[in-house]
């Protein structure tokens, strides 16, 4: 769906643009037009009768007043046909003024408020508003110059950008230029959702300053190209200014941030990471000192603005290189993301600054660029959030191999005396244990001596075998020392006799070391001492009392299992003697 939505979009534009060309022999105005300033009680009769004033120089956009008169010559035989209508910039605009002055020296005016400026916009952020008389063929004829009036314009733009174009195309190109801004927002609004899901699950920062990024991206396109007077149509021009010339510089600086955050830990260098995030927020100090310091035009605003970008976009260039030489993958991403936008960015502020004039459609690439970016960064989003899970899954198992390591014995590969202690205290609350018991090897010492002591771990790994399929607990605390945790059957009660049970699994050690063990000619037998597990007993306590019947057990004659004192025979036994 996603591949289909591009494709739609990349289809619009392209059907689009032949359109916006055909219109075109539009003329561009900023070679021919003259300015003049005067105050807010400006008339076109004076204006007309004080022609010789205008300046045409290269110093035409300085001027004082708080009206800017704008005056060009209307050159019939290379306009389009049909009615004309005046088009460009509409940051910053109030009302405006359009006057035709004919061959006999009647002028042919029209006033707009700025209620009808906005609702005259076409896509792109621009005005469009007929000439007088060019409706009519015989009247346009006469034209020989066109006046405009802009009351308290704010950006040079306002004038620079002004072109002739015919009101019909434009007309007709206003609903499918604004459907394909409509998709390319929703495209680029799709992965803010993506990353508002993971980011409250996940909390990766990067999502975070992604999420703004897509969040600007979205509200310039809509704002710059005129969605926004079509979906909110009681906004002003001065609004639709301030959210251009704003969601672009905190875009910029979000972006900033994404990019240290994103690219993986060690890949953009420590002197070169303030660097970045000092010149990512310098558009939005700028555009803040703009607009507190200026109370009207300013010729220089829009050269101000575009040239806070620059600095960015070469740290940029120079940080995705240096953080490839470092060996990043998620730059890669970046690369592909942010080569068209700085691309087209270069050419926009070029034309920001007056450097040259430039091809205005270059605009259309760069809100596709922008929205290409956003969906190309959602993948690497994407991409990025699978190698922190994998990376976090392998700390993750190195760290249970650690632990299973500190808690497994080397030989036997059952528990060690750690991992005993920790069950031993998992149960004074889990209550799943209700005896422990100590098993030792009997005349262990001597199988060593005689038979090497190749032959005594074997004999050690085959008991630790065997305890291990036990349902009991088992782990070895010792030489040849073992301990169990004895877990009840489904019939016995927990506080019921695990004599006989341990009796059979001496008799089971026995047979397997006798199996397995074939170069030991004497059966090796088995001592045991079990001790009942009370509630908040101490480790300490419970393992000297099986230690202590573990010693009676192996004083009273070896391979057996002892759970009550022989050293206080009037005492009342726990459960009995067996013999094992």
Sequence with gaps: MRLLAIFLALLGFCLALPASSAS?????????LCTFGTGPEGKISEVIAESDKFNCSDSKFDFAGT???????????IIPPGTVEIQGDNNGLSSISVHSLLTDGTVMSTYFTERQVVESWRPKGHYGLPIPGSENPATRSQITSVFVSLDNPRVASSITLMELKSKKTWDDLK???????????GMAIMPFFYNAFFYGALRYSFMLWHSIMIAGTVVYTFSSSGLIFLVFPETDLMTKFLLNYWTLALCIAASGFFLDRFVEPGKIASWLRPLLLISAVLPVFVTAYIFQSSDGYDNNIRNYYHASFVPYLLIVLYTMGHALRRGSKAIWFQIAAWTPIIAFSADRIARGMDLYLGIPELDYGLYFALVLETIILAF??????MRLRLKHEHTLREQVELTLLAETDGLTAIGNRRAFEKAFKQNLTERRYGHLAILDIDFFKQVNDQ?????????????GRELSTTRHFSSRIGGEEFALLIQPDERGSRKGNPTSELSEICQLLIRSVHANVPEIRQPVTFSVGVASIPKRASLRAVMAKADRRLYDAKNNGRNQVVSFDLSNLSAKPDSGTAAA
Excluded at 67 to 77: C, E, G, I, R
């Design 451 to 463: 038979y090497g002591h190749e032959i005594g771990d074997e004999v050690l790994r085959v008991v």
């Design 175 to 185: 609903l499918p230029l604004s459907a394909m801004f409509a998709l390319l927002c």
């Design 67 to 77: 009206k800017l008169w704008a005056k060009f010559p209307f050159k019939a035989d």
């Design 24 to 32: 075109a022999s539009a003329v561009r105005l900023a070679d021919d």
């Design 380 to 385: 690497g989003v994407a991409n990025r959030i």
